[in-house]
């Protein structure tokens, strides 16, 4: 039994789809459907129903999937309780998070937790919000630390998990403040010549939001420049290259001393909620003041 194996077949009974399981994964689909196969092989029975679209589960795989769950979160937190026995220390408390809400927010919190809880050790793994969702369900985090949005799909089973909202904040267009004025950039403005676009990948969480909050109206943007890293887009926004969709606490220090502006109004914001989720009874003392701390 390799545990790879039980985190593939959490991953397809999530997702129902060999080609995007192997991606979130990180291994070619051929690999993939090999380890699935040997996953079978050892229990001695089907688990994947491969001939409908999208494919199901098994009797047998529905009956093997809280199992193969529930064995990945005991290996995984004994693992780390029995290294952190060996090394005489109190174990990390692992956050799986989103880059800007890891450089924008949690880690000045971490600083603050800090002062309350003793001997605090975290470790902090800074991703997509397609991996870090994959680290919670695998059992490879404690703690996920995201942004959700009233209009946008979960990409994990939020069931499984206790969440906590923890505080919300805008995002909104800006763009460089000399910028904006020299060309005459805003949303608002009638007969505006389209305006240099900074976009986030399509298939990222903020790209979705950005999308629901554009909606069916006709933005005058002219799409120049695409990424998934907010503050990559917000490099290139303070060099003047175009409007983008920026959360708040990203760009609060330029909005303050001017260099970046705001270039639509109230009807262009979205409300993004930061939200905490584990699963409280994996949580060992420390962990659980961290839940109540945050």
Not at 138 to 145: A, E, K, N, P, V
Not at 200 to 225: K, M, N, W
Not at 245 to 250: F, I, N, Q
Request: glycine share 6%; proline share 4%; charged share 25%.
């Amino acid at each position: 039994m390799d545990l790879n194996w039980l985190q593939d077949f959490a991953c397809l009974a999530r997702t129902l789809n060999f080609t995007r399981a192997a991606e979130e994964r990180n291994i070619t689909q051929p690999a993939f459907s090999r380890r699935i196969k040997a996953l079978e092989n050892w229990i001695g029975v089907p688990l994947i129903k491969r001939s409908t679209y999208p494919v199901q589960l098994s009797e047998a795989g529905q009956q093997f999937l809280p199992v193969a769950r529930n064995a990945i979160a005991e290996l995984t937190d004994m693992r780390q309780t029995l290294r952190a026995q060996e090394r005489g220390v109190t174990a990390f408390q692992r956050f799986a998070v989103l880059h800007t809400i890891s450089v924008n927010y949690l880690s000045r919190r971490i600083g603050q937790m800090e002062q309350d809880i003793p001997n605090l050790r975290v470790r902090v793994y800074s991703d997509n919000l397609r991996t870090c969702c994959q680290m919670l369900s695998d059992g490879t985090c404690d703690f996920l630390l995201c942004y959700s949005h009233q209009d946008v799909q979960p990409i994990f089973d939020e069931a499984q998990f206790t969440r906590k909202d923890i505080g919300t904040e805008k995002m909104f267009p800006v763009a460089q403040a000399e910028a904006a004025s020299r060309h005459g950039w805003n949303l608002d403005a009638a007969n505006v010549a389209p305006i240099p676009y900074l976009g986030y990948d399509p298939s990222s969480f903020l790209g979705a939001v950005v999308d629901q909050t554009i909606g069916r109206r006709e933005a005058p943007l002219a799409l120049r420049y695409m990424d998934a890293l907010t503050e990559a887009i917000k490099r290139r926004t303070l060099s003047g290259s175009g409007l983008s969709w920026l959360p708040e606490s990203v760009v609060a220090e330029e909005m303050a001393d001017g260099r970046i502006a705001r270039v639509g109004g109230e009807s262009w914001e979205a409300t993004l909620t930061l939200s905490l989720f584990c699963s409280l009874d994996r949580l060992d003392k420390t962990g659980r003041d961290v839940w109540e701390t945050l």
